[in-house]
């Protein structure tokens, strides 16, 4: 059986392998940008294109523009060394040939191992842009899925297929908790894209953060922070490819994003060297139809399909979740969970604020009498937060309104709770709720 695999993947490699190739060559370099001829007849946007310097070295880069005059390739690689008459080649983008052998292996964009050992092709090869599944055809969301956190097995319930964002500023725990997902959440395959991260940072989360239970049955796809806008654009594409895959293998696949706006911002330095205004608050028009187009190939497939269960992280400065990204994105998926600075600095993670954050597979993902705690629990996080400046001031009065009392005396036991981590299950998880609610006197 092995032998069989690694010949189809030998034959795939094979199959790659041209006999002729148009060459071009380079007539122009201003701002970064390569202007290319003799290649107008045979290139497309979005293929690859091979750089080959006088001086021995090879660069890359993408035809993003296609002109009268030539053909503009934006490089991966900076452009020290190149010389006008430097001959270039074109490589069809082809996409991806994903195998179950990359399970605990990091890669880049392009499929090439990031770990210094050698990585084989599969059969199938994905490409990195493809239409999501027909929206008359797919199958609906599907079950409430365990987490590992108390606060998504009750309040903030994920189910199968279902897509939410992490909307986060720096240091409040997002890598932690994207990390622990990873680890607990149940999924048979996860696929992990670091866009733009910083070199250290993919080293320590696979360590670390992820650990070796999380690394054995995960994909990670890195394009540091170091790297072309191209690459770090692509490396989302790359990992939307990989988990349709196995969606299509009929698996069901956990995909993290992080950072669905380190994505945009790389298109965005794409698309304005291609000759895009960036007028959506320095962002081109083009941003939205993006992000859309990326999270709606997410989610359940048809019906003798997987699904792709998606957590897209969405870093927003100084928590305004009106800047463009987090509103794209907001409108597009089905939940939105907010982690807040000022819980993460009291020490309790994940830093989930439960009343800004929304679940829209609720109410039909709980039961009725789960619905029942969840609207109770929330009423409670609800009335202490309106009166919260009130009661550490000392200003409020036991006794003046009972519900407020009520909120006071429940607080701390909620927040204990939301804080839980490794929860036998979702029903254990309810439990526990109701046990804090029945202690107050509030509940069944």
């Not at 523009?65 to 270039?88: C, H, K, R």
């Not at 029942?372 to 001031?393: C, F, G, P, T």
Request: proline content about 5%.
């Amino acid at each position: 059986m092995k032998h069989a695999i690694r010949l189809k993947s030998l034959q795939t490699n094979l199959a790659d392998i041209k006999v002729a190739r148009s060459i071009g060559r380079i007539a122009g370099v201003q701002s970064g940008i390569l202007t290319i001829t003799g290649l107008g007849n045979d290139a497309r946007i979005g293929d690859r294109a091979e750089i080959r310097l006088k001086i021995g070295n090879k660069l890359n880069g993408e035809v993003v523009q296609l002109t009268e005059d030539g053909v503009i390739v934006l490089p991966d690689d900076p452009i020290q060394g190149i010389a006008l008459g430097d001959s270039v080649f074109l490589k069809r983008n082809v996409g991806l040939s994903p195998d179950m052998s990359w399970l605990g292996r990091i890669i880049d964009p392009d499929g090439a191992p990031l770990d210094g050992r050698s990585l084989a092709k599969g059969v199938i090869s994905r490409p990195l842009l493809s239409a999501p599944p027909a929206a008359a055809k797919r199958r609906p969301l599907g079950q409430r899925l365990d987490t590992g956190h108390v606060v998504f097995d009750t309040m903030l319930p994920v189910v199968r297929g279902q897509r939410i964002g992490l909307f986060a500023g720096s240091g409040v725990g997002k890598s932690s908790l994207m990390g622990k997902l990873a680890q607990h959440m149940s999924a048979d395959i996860v696929v992990i894209a670091m866009i733009g991260e910083r070199g250290r940072e993919v080293r320590h989360f696979v360590d670390e953060v992820l650990g070796p239970e999380g690394q054995a049955r995960s994909i990670v796809i890195a394009a540091t922070s170091d790297q072309s806008p191209l690459l770090r654009r692509r490396c989302a594409w790359s990992a939307m490819a990989i988990a349709e895959y196995f969606r299509d293998l009929g698996m069901s696949v956990l995909l993290l994003a992080d950072s669905i706006t380190r994505f945009a911002e790389a298109h965005r330095e794409v698309a304005v060297a291609a000759g895009e205004a960036p007028v959506l608050r320095g962002f081109p028009p083009s941003t939205s139809h993006l992000i859309m187009s990326l999270c709606e190939r997410a989610g359940p497939g048809l019906s003798d399909e997987g699904d792709i269960t998606a957590v897209f992280s969405v870093l927003v400065a100084g928590s305004d979740m009106d800047e463009p990204i987090a509103d794209i994105l907001r409108g597009v998926l089905d939940g939105h969970v907010v982690l807040d600075r000022s819980i993460a600095e009291r020490g309790r993670f994940p830093s989930v604020d439960i009343l800004r954050s929304v679940s829209r597979s609720l109410p039909s993902a709980a039961t009725e009498e789960e619905n029942d705690v969840i609207a109770r629990v929330r009423k409670h996080l609800s009335v202490y937060a309106e009166n919260q400046m009130m009661i550490k001031a000392g200003l409020y009065t036991r006794g003046t309104d009972a519900e407020i009392d009520a909120a006071v005396d429940i607080w701390p036991s909620l927040d204990e709770v939301m804080a839980g981590l490794h929860a036998n299950n979702c029903k254990h998880s309810f439990d526990q709720l109701k046990l804090v609610l029945r202690r107050a006197g509030r509940g069944p």
